[in-house]
């Protein structure tokens, strides 16, 4: 099963981009303003592993909708409107993983989690506010996520051709909803995930 990269659909109004829509490309100007110095983590504490409680998939949701969204701070009932994005991700996520969605023959939600105390160490930030739950008596922060959906027909087919005769039958995979907070960016965190995401796949192979 081959894996191929999906991006979401962004809503940005910064008028410094182009958009794509049948290619689902963005492109954004590297600008200083984009480029931030890196909190360097220490990865032995990491777990990436799928989803395997609601309060770890809702924090999961939390950190897409910081990822996938620009907000300015001032503007009114801001906080309603990330909640009410952050439900609406945490249903249809659930309805994926428990194959109520057509299209989807199997989906998982994949978590990069570190301890909140040592993220508390390095900044005080809206994400582990926003991005932490509990888990074996332990609070933890998700610091990156992402989909492996399994699937007969690609989403806009954005493999190009869709295959002819029996091979166009067979399941084929992709990666979608990538992302990982943007403190903690150039600590390898998105190689780490998408390398774990190639074994869950290979696991649905077999």
Same mark, same amino acid.
Request: proline fraction near 4%; include cysteine.
């Given at each position: 099963?081959?894996?191929?990269? !999906? /991006?979401?659909?962004? *809503?940005? +109004? &910064?008028?410094?981009?182009?958009?794509?829509?049948?290619?689902? $490309?963005?492109?954004?100007?590297?600008?200083?303003?984009?480029?931030?110095?890196?909190?360097?983590?220490?990865? !032995? /504490?990491?777990?990436? *592993?799928? +989803? &395997?409680?609601?309060?770890?998939?809702?924090?999961?949701?939390? $950190?897409?909708?910081?990822?996938?969204?620009?907000?300015?701070?001032?503007?009114?009932?801001?906080?309603?409107?990330?909640?009410?994005?952050?439900?609406?991700?945490?249903?249809?996520?659930?309805?994926?993983?428990?194959?109520?969605?057509?299209?989807?023959?199997?989906?998982?939600?994949?978590?990069?989690?570190?301890?909140?105390?040592?993220?508390?160490?390095?900044?005080?930030?809206?994400?582990?506010?926003?991005?932490?739950?509990?888990?074996?008596?332990?609070?933890?922060?998700?610091?990156?996520?992402?989909?492996?959906?399994?699937?007969?027909?690609?989403?806009?087919?954005?493999?190009?051709?869709?295959?002819?005769?029996?091979?166009?039958?067979?399941?084929?995979?992709?990666?979608?909803?990538?992302?990982?907070?943007?403190?903690?960016?150039?600590?390898?965190?998105?190689?780490?995930?998408?390398?774990?995401?190639?074994?869950?796949?290979?696991?649905?192979?077999?």
């Amino acid at each position: 099963m081959a894996l191929l990269y !999906s /991006s979401p659909s962004l *809503s940005i +109004t &910064s008028p410094n981009y182009r958009y794509y829509p049948s290619r689902r $490309l963005c492109l954004y100007p590297i600008t200083a303003t984009h480029v931030v110095a890196p909190h360097l983590i220490d990865k !032995s /504490s990491l777990i990436i *592993s799928e +989803t &395997s409680s609601e309060d770890q998939l809702w924090a999961a949701a939390c $950190l897409r909708v910081r990822s996938f969204h620009e907000f300015k701070p001032s503007t009114f009932g801001i906080q309603d409107h990330k909640r009410y994005l952050a439900e609406r991700e945490f249903e249809a996520l659930k309805e994926r993983i428990a194959g109520k969605r057509t299209g989807f023959n199997r989906v998982s939600c994949l978590n990069a989690t570190l301890p909140l105390s040592q993220l508390l160490s390095l900044f005080d930030d809206d994400l582990c506010a926003q991005c932490k739950f509990r888990e074996n008596g332990e609070d933890r922060v998700v610091v990156g996520t992402l989909d492996v959906n399994q699937c007969t027909n690609l989403p806009d087919e954005i493999s190009g051709k869709k295959p002819e005769g029996i091979e166009g039958q067979f399941a084929r995979g992709y990666l979608s909803n990538v992302c990982v907070a943007k403190e903690l960016h150039r600590n390898g965190l998105g190689y780490d995930i998408i390398a774990k995401s190639k074994a869950v796949a290979q696991k649905w192979v077999w």
